[in-house]
Nanobody
Framework: QVQLVESGGGLVQPGGSLRLSCATS????????MGWYRQAPGKQRELVAT???????NVADSVRGRFTISRDNAEKTVYLQMNNLKPEDTGVYYC?????????WGQGIQVTVSA
């Protein structure tokens, strides 16, 4: 298991922005596929965006054009820039790291979009 530490969540008004960070100390970070998922109250966890080891990106239709995922292999960190936030983006956001059969999750961080 990889330890993942998320930060950057909080309360923001509709139309606002937040940047989530997910940091790890694993030495082989560049070999991990990374992703962000979210879970709204009463709903299942869903994919937000993933970024592969070669930086190929997959983004959910619901956030395409508003959210950007990126990674800094030197800093061993993955980011999620969230712009034009909507109330339906509210939920707990989880960082995910995958290497082969190893699948690790962060503890989750709350994002609340409300006026």
């Amino acid at each position: 298991q990889v330890q993942l530490v998320e930060s950057g969540g909080g309360l923001v008004q509709p139309g606002g922005s937040l940047r989530l960070s997910c940091a790890t100390s694993v030495s082989s970070f560049r070999h991990y596929a990374m992703g962000w998922y979210r879970q709204a109250p009463g709903k299942q966890r869903e994919l937000v965006a993933t970024i592969a080891t070669d930086s190929r990106i997959n983004v959910a239709d619901s956030v395409r054009g508003r959210f950007t995922i990126s990674r800094d292999n030197a800093e061993k960190t993955v980011y999620l820039q969230m712009n034009n936030l909507k109330p339906e983006d509210t939920g707990v956001y989880y960082c995910n790291a995958v290497l082969g059969l190893m699948n690790s999750w962060g503890q989750g961080i709350q994002v609340t979009v409300s006026a």
